[in-house]
């Protein structure tokens, strides 16, 4: 297993923080041979670009018998930055401590996880920025998420709608039609085309929007009716 990991593994010296052993990928991941990194300590080798940390990230290893970091630089042996995710214990191998590292390059990881951060701030922005109102609603016609369109479109601060029946705001004479298409659309899928209901502004009038409905099946995390309503009470 340690030969033949994907993992780079080091062994240390409880003691004294030298380097005992390392197994081939390291040398893959870092540069730096078996020959080179044995007897050495891993703040001499220029490994962690910052060596104060390394050191105290073996004195809290010391102390704790166990460390775990995502953001500890490391660089190879050119110099070149690698993402690694690092984790040390400290176990008995015949009556003596000494300590395994695993350092794993999470680089692609990294970069991915940038891009999410990136398409979510995209999402947010075209969402935060919308005219039209963007509703999340649970199965159960709980308001969970609503735009801040909400106020501009409706009156409403959106503190005063989540957590509300969207019934609420529907025109009483549209309440049971507007639940049939709630409960038919979860159970069998919404229409692609829009359709139109009058929505209650807080002022009192009513107002109509069209509106196009999708079930958020495919994220568990985040699960409800997306609704995408716009005021066409003039255009009628």
């Known amino acids: 297993l340690f030969e033949s990991a994907k993992d780079g593994i080091l062994i240390l010296d409880f003691e004294t923080g030298r380097i005992v052993d390392s197994n081939p990928f390291l040398e893959q991941l870092t540069g730096f041979t078996r020959e080179e990194l044995k007897g050495r300590t891993v703040w001499e080798i220029g490994m962690f670009s910052d060596a104060p940390d390394a050191r105290m990230a073996f004195d809290a290893l010391q102390a704790n018998e166990y460390v775990r970091y995502e953001d500890l630089p490391l660089r190879d042996r050119a110099g070149n930055a690698v993402e690694v995710e690092f984790i040390s214990n400290t176990y008995l191998v015949g009556g003596s401590k000494v300590i395994q590292c695993n350092i ?13 951060r990136r398409k979510d701030a995209l999402y947010l922005s075209v969402v935060e920025n919308s005219t039209d109102l963007i509703l999340l609603v649970e199965e159960d016609a709980t308001v969970r998420f609503a735009s801040p369109s909400l106020e501009s479109c409706l009156g409403y601060d959106v503190s005063e709608v989540v957590g509300k029946s969207v019934f609420d705001y529907f025109h009483p004479a549209e309440h049971a039609q507007a639940r049939r298409d709630l409960e038919a659309g979860a159970r069998d899928g919404f229409p692609k085309y829009p359709r139109v209901r009058r929505i209650r502004h807080k002022d009192g009038s009513w107002r109509s929007f069209e509106y196009a409905a999708a079930d958020l099946l495919k994220n568990p995390e985040v699960r409800g009716i997306v609704a995408v309503c716009r005021d066409v009470t003039e255009r009628r």
């Open 104 to 116: 794993r390059d999470i680089s692609e990881r990294k970069r991915l996880e940038t891009e999410l």
